[in-house]
């Protein structure tokens, strides 16, 4: 399947109202100054497993990567989310999900809770195997990459680059059409978090809590407003306004077939 018919049609009534972000280098990479809330350094983000057997190796991986950096570790935790395919989110954790979520035109996407403008409450990944159970994107790089960067974005981090066609920079933080040397993140990623954590909070949004009562289903319609568009439409960015200063920020990233 292209990933044009169905993206395409997601997308086109947006695009004439949205930003549409040009592909870039980004010296920076913050995902809008989100950051989870907490009163002291290295903090521990918890990992909620709620992925196939054939994604616990590349959740591990994820954790074991991303616990490289020095402001933070990335533990994995039992999931709490009653059932994959609605992947809810639970306080304080970053639920990670896996499920055949249907031919929707998206590859992974990561929602983060936020509250008070910048402090992230609760996060959730997931991975759409309906993509993933394809000979183009069943392979240790696809899955290194994706899970690696829908991760990244529940620290608070946005892409290094959105060009898919230019040389990699070496990190899943990268857009690109060949995963093969884009796995893991690269020095830039633990610079940006060290960055993104270099004040403290006065209080912690990491404590864990029961599980929301609505998962963020996968699509559209439950995202919010679309808020900008990347790279002709590989990557997406809604926004879901709760009110009282509650807001869900969600990144998509569309499969190309």
Not at 47 to 57: C, M, R
Not at 108 to 125: K, L, N, P, R
Not at 153 to 173: K, P, R
Not at 215 to 237: C, D, E, K, M, Q
Request: hydrophobic share 35%; glycine share 8%.
């Amino acid at each position: 399947m292209s990933r044009a018919p169905r993206r395409v049609a997601l997308l086109a009534v947006g695009l004439a109202l949205v930003l549409v972000a040009p592909a870039s280098v980004s010296a920076t990479h913050s995902w809008g100054g989100y950051h989870w809330a907490r009163t002291s350094n290295p903090f521990t983000v918890k990992l909620g497993d709620n992925v196939s057997s054939t994604w616990d190796p590349y959740l591990a991986t994820t954790s074991s990567d991303w616990s490289q950096s020095t402001v933070l570790d990335a533990t994995i935790v039992p999931g709490s989310a009653p059932r994959a395919k609605q992947c809810r989110a639970t306080a304080g954790t970053v639920q990670v999900c896996s499920a055949t979520y249907g031919n929707n035109g998206w590859l992974g996407v990561a929602s983060i809770s936020i509250t008070g403008g910048t402090h992230i409450t609760q996060a959730t990944v997931k991975v759409n195997d309906t993509y993933f159970n394809t000979s183009t994107y069943n392979t240790p790089a696809w899955r290194n990459l994706v899970m690696c960067q829908e991760v990244g974005h529940a620290f608070g981090l946005d892409h290094q680059d959105t060009n898919f066609t230019n040389a990699n920079l070496g990190t899943c933080m990268d857009y690109t059409n060949d995963p093969s040397t884009n796995q893991d993140p690269n020095q830039h990623d633990y610079d940006e978090l060290v960055t993104i954590y270099s004040h403290l909070d006065s209080t912690t949004t990491l404590a864990s809590a029961t599980a929301s009562k609505n998962g963020n289903a996968g699509s559209p319609a439950a995202w919010g407003r679309l808020v900008a568009v990347t790279n002709g439409g590989h990557g997406a960015t809604y926004l879901l306004d709760l009110g009282a200063g509650n807001l869900v920020v969600t990144h998509v990233l569309w499969a190309d077939r």
